[in-house]
């Protein structure tokens, strides 16, 4: 947390906002200290003189020095505009947390209250309240301060509805926690960072506003005076003495822009703007490789030493480190692992979907012999576009939700295969046919909400068959759907297979499923292939500790009741901390010194590879879950 | 020991009905399993009965009791499905064990009461003083555990508590379940959506469908021998029982 405030500075933009900011406020607390009876000096000899070296801005019509008195007001600048804003923060916090706890039809009447408030503009609300509460500093506090409010109940309302949605909120009050509670203790503490952000911007803001107000003649009287009085005044003699209307000019703007700024800056770091910026790598060239070995003409996608390389918190992490396999045609691969293992930057690797944050490095990478690393031109992308079908995990945001669903199929057809609309919109419709939707010439014309969600994926499924895909990579695709539907997927992604020898990558977590649909898999950990074996020997020959701790972990309809599961002790390694060993060494039962020290290497045999030192010995008896006890 | 009972309850959400007439028993000591796909109306029975949603009709009693909604005695606890939302992340462990416990106890107590706690769900009562970014899925799921358990509850309602969880840490906090309700003689409605999973905890299963239970009985019973054409169809889904292999 801390780290991340400190990190604002660390950026130039940030560093100059602090700065200024700073700056501001230490004038305002020095100011009046310091020049305060210099900026009330009258000398009628020396009235609305120009600069000189006595007098820096020159002086006004009573012959007072400008620079000292814009030095001075910055207090009384400064302070009014925290007052204003602090008026605006509470009102705007006690009318968004309302709703919260006023109950369901109270809350409905306070949020429209606020909502119609915010469509007033500030400035109108400003000047409608500077005339109820007379002219004056006063009145200008409460007018800026009240026309900032909705703005800042609206906020607070939406984020407090936000974090009050989530889990933590419901489980506080089934544990009976009273709702004022929750607000202090559960709520506020989680909006707290967007809301200082806010408040430090609108600071920014009352300060111009109070600058307009006063010059307006609506603000600060005098004998008072604030930037906007020294404006008001200066102003009038500005054929005289420029000076006297820029110099408050000047700290107007750079006060306000140093608070707007640091607010900007702060919100830019902590993710609640534009979010953190990851600098882009540069894409190395590809080092071509002589072809020295032939590659077997039925292997439909051949990787080798892949590795993905994005940026972290602390420098580049490579959560995929030297994976090589092939895919013949017709095969079905499935890819098994828990989150984090790399299982899915390899999906997107091998289609080109990683990005220009992170970086592809393979010393092999291709498809139907085409090299994949090659740079991007139409006929790649052709080639991609047509004899590769990629299916995501959620079909919800894999379609876009504002086309329909015919013409986002018939798009592929049109662009890659140089189609006629007519032509494409026909081949949509028999697609969604193949892929099993009912009534397709209708559901083409809908759109993707109109579907269920087994019926998008298929859908999904339908936009990668518009060309005549060798190899379809399914990335969790069942994982969003109900059993029953997970089964009609599955079914159709094994039926396409079947009619045209399609080769199939299939990533899941789900080891049931993978071994239900692939014929060989390929367990990931930490970014490395673990173990290949064939899917049928997954559950009685897997050789690594790890690929039998997952199998033994995943209760089917046959286990053992009296049994406890197996389990598996810690948690999976983070890109950004690999051991020098083997990664899984810290969990597993079998890992002795020259685990910790030596990465195993992964054994050449073709149909069952496997990178353990030692693979295939007997594991000890499974630990009782009651000497188990873990900490972070 | 008192025993859930939902009678011919009834959740409408504005004009669709979630939850239609449904009556469940939860014997004391048992888990109970509640089956059933996405939209069939299983969490919002567990949300009502918390007194997350409001009933529209019929109504849950605790051992004869109504179920309390309010005051700081609540004999029926939850746990949620996504244990990266359920805790919140600015309060440490400790607290959020804490928070659910009954007031009116000394700080040392609570603290002692916290290490209890952690220790039953074999977490290292030392993890107290860390936030939850620090633990894994599982180890935080272990916690929203020891959370509900604070309260010193009868009934713990578990809404798809594995499902977010990565299948390796699945297990432990299945063993954990099971393990609750033999030591602590807890009751327990498991909902989920996994039938396997169902099947390993569970003595009893109800299946649920469109807001209405279709098949109740032991899970023995019901997952070997349905009586109900959806039930069959749900464990023909099941995967691992067919195979779409390639023909060598």
């Not at chain 2, 009116?104 to 603290?111: C, F, H, L, Q, W």
Request: net charge neutral.
């Amino acid at each position: 947390m801390r780290r991340r405030w400190s990190g604002v500075i660390r950026t130039p933009l940030g560093l100059t906002a602090a700065v200024l900011t700073v700056a501001v406020l230490a004038l305002a607390v020095l100011g009046p200290v310091l020049w305060g009876t210099g900026a009330d000096v009258i000398d009628t000899d020396d009235i609305l003189a120009q600069p000189s070296a006595g007098h820096w801005a020159g002086t006004d019509n009573l012959g007072r020095d400008i620079l000292f008195r814009v030095l001075v007001a910055a207090r009384l600048s400064v302070v009014l505009a925290l007052l204003a804003v602090a008026i605006a923060v509470v009102a705007g916090l006690l009318l968004g947390c309302a709703p919260f706890l006023a109950g369901r039809r109270l809350g409905r009447l306070v949020s429209a209250a606020v909502n119609i408030a915010v469509a007033f503009p500030g400035l109108l609300l400003a000047l409608f309240f500077a005339v109820v509460f007379g002219v004056g500093a006063t009145g200008a506090v409460l007018a800026i301060g009240l026309a900032g409010a909705p703005a800042f109940a609206r906020l607070t309302q939406t984020l407090v509805a936000g974090v009050a949605a989530r889990d933590f909120v419901a489980a506080a009050r089934v544990a009976g926690v009273g709702r004022l509670r929750i607000l202090f203790r559960h709520v506020l503490p989680n909006i707290a960072e967007p809301l200082v952000v806010n408040a430090t911007i609108s600071a920014g803001n009352a300060l111009l506003s109070f600058a307009g107000l006063s010059f307006l003649g609506l603000g600060v009287q005098s004998p008072s005076y604030d930037w906007g009085r020294l404006l008001y005044d200066g102003i009038g003699a500005i054929y005289v003495n420029p000076a006297a209307a820029l110099a408050p000019g000047a700290a107007v703007l750079l006060a306000g822009l140093g608070f707007n700024l640091f607010g900007e800056s702060v919100a830019k770091r902590l993710g609640i703007g534009t979010g953190p910026s990851v600098a882009p790598m540069a894409r190395t060239a590809p080092a071509p490789e002589a072809h020295t070995e032939a590659t077997p003409t039925d292997v439909v996608l051949d990787v080798r030493d892949l590795e993905v390389t994005v940026p972290g918190e602390a420098g580049p992490v490579r959560p995929v480190r030297g994976v090589t396999f092939q895919v013949r045609r017709g095969e079905a691969v499935g890819i098994v692992g828990e989150s984090g293992c790399g299982k899915s930057l390899t999906a997107l690797a091998v289609t080109c979907l990683v990005g220009d944050h992170g970086r592809v490095d393979a010393t092999r990478l291709e498809l139907l012999g085409h090299d994949l690393r090659a740079p991007d031109t139409a006929v790649r992308r052709g080639i991609l576009g047509t004899s590769l079908a990629m299916v995501f995990q959620d079909p919800m945001t894999s379609f876009n939700p504002a086309r329909r669903v015919g013409g986002q199929l018939a798009e592929v057809a049109t662009h890659h295969q140089g189609m006629t609309r007519r032509a494409a919109a026909d081949r949509a419709v028999d697609r969604l046919a193949a892929v099993r939707i009912p009534d397709a010439d209708t559901r083409a014309r809908q759109y993707p909400h109109e579907f269920s969600g087994g019926m998008r994926q298929r859908a999904m499924i339908g936009m990668g068959l518009m060309g005549t895909p060798a190899l379809i990579v399914a990335d969790e695709p069942t994982t969003a759907l109900d059993v029953t539907v997970q089964q009609q997927v599955l079914d159709l992604l094994a039926a396409i297979r079947a009619a045209d020898d399609v080769a199939l990558v299939l990533i899941s977590h789900d080891v049931a499923v993978v071994r239900d649909v692939c014929d060989r898999v390929m367990v990931m950990y930490a970014g490395r292939i673990v173990e290949d074996l064939p899917a049928a020997d997954l559950a009685d020959s897997a050789r690594h500790p790890y690929t039998r701790a997952l199998v033994d972990a995943v209760p089917d309809m046959t286990t053992d009741l009296s049994q406890p599961l197996a389990t598996i002790p810690g948690r999976p390694v983070a890109p950004a901390d690999v051991p020098p060993g083997c990664a899984y060494a810290a969990r597993c039962p079998l890992a002795d010194a020259r685990c910790r020290a030596e990465d195993p290497p992964l054994t050449a045999d073709p149909d069952h590879r496997v990178a353990c030192w030692h693979a295939g010995e007997p594991l000890p008896d499974r630990q009782s879950a009651d000497q188990l006890v873990e900490s972070p | 020991m008192s025993e859930l009972s939902f009678v011919d309850v009834t959740v409408r959400y504005g004009r669709t009905t979630a939850v239609d007439g449904v009556s469940l028993d939860v014997p004391a000591g048992e888990v109970v399993g509640l089956v059933g796909e996405s939209g069939s109306g299983k969490s919002t029975l567990a949300r009502a009965a918390v007194g997350l949603v409001p009933l529209a009709g019929g109504r849950i009693t605790l051992g004869s009791e109504p179920v309390p909604t309010w005051g700081r005695h609540r004999p029926l606890q939850m746990v949620f499905q996504d244990p990266y939302s359920s805790l919140d992340p600015r309060m440490t462990v400790g607290e959020s064990v804490a928070e659910a416990m009954p007031p009116g106890r000394s700080r040392a107590t609570r603290r002692a009461e916290v290490a209890r706690l952690l220790e039953l769900v074999h977490l290292d009562p030392a993890s107290a003083g860390a936030l939850p970014s620090r633990l894994s899925g599982g180890q935080r799921q272990r916690v929203a555990l020891a959370r509900a358990l604070a309260a010193n509850p009868t009934v713990i309602i578990a809404d798809e508590i594995t499902s977010a969880l990565d299948v390796s840490i699945q297990g432990a906090v299945l063993n954990l379940v099971r393990e609750l309700r033999r030591e602590l003689g807890l009751s327990i409605l498991f909902i989920s959506h996994n039938l396997a999973v169902v099947r390993y905890v569970a003595s009893h299963v109800a299946v649920m469908r469109g807001g209405r239970i279709v098949e109740h009985g032991p899970a023995a019973r019901v997952l070997t021998d349905p009586s109900h054409d959806y039930t069959r169809e749900l464990l023909a889904a099941v995967p691992g029982r067919t195979t779409r292999r390639s023909q060598p």
